[in-house]
């Protein structure tokens, strides 16, 4: 019997969901995974009465209620402190990104939304000043926590795949996507590493797996 359950959108696109699966993933919680059909534009009413914010992902365990995918990530912690890296500075650095993440980078939100289905293609227009400033300042978190913190492993912080990751994977997902270039060998190399990782592949297959009609022409038509 579960522990709980987890609330996620659609996973072909929903890129808040992700994170938050990839966490209570990692923190191995036994919880039944509902998946909601988005409607997108933030018009998937049903999700009012099933999160206290009206968004996914939102997790259920044992009693406690967690919405936002931050409070997901401390919460996951409890269970597996490994999310976070065990050095004081290398967690502050850690928790840093993945709040800038949360918080900003809206220009590669806006013009770059996660879908799955999409396979390396670029956007017929040129990308914008602030969707570049975006890429580059992601390129730099990336080489700068792969070259400070990574020797140990592949990851942002070494051998394990950790929250921070998990606040990144779906930009991976969009640069994948979107075909985009001019990225740094490192950061390359990371998104490889993450593309590759179990529970992505398995996000993926389940994405793949989803209806067809629940697919949205808001992202499939984007050119």
Known sequence: MADGRLVIGTQRYSSWSLRGWLMVKLAQLNVDID????AGGGKTTVLKTLSPNGCVPYLEHEGAVVWDSLSIAEYCAEYQPALWPSERCERAIARSISAEMHSGF???????????GRDARPLAEPLTEDVLKDISRI?????DARTRYGADG????GASFGNADAMFAPIVCRFLSYGVTGL????????????????MQEWYQEAADEPAEWQLDIYESIP
């Open 139 to 143: 390129d730099a978190i990336w080489t």
């Open 154 to 157: 592949p990851y942002l912080f």
């Open 106 to 116: 809206r220009g590669v939100r806006s013009a770059l939304p996660m879908n799955l």
């Open 35 to 38: 998946v909601v059909p988005l």
């Open 184 to 199: 740094s060998d490192v950061a390359r190399a990371y998104m490889d590493v993450v593309r590759q990782h179990p529970l």
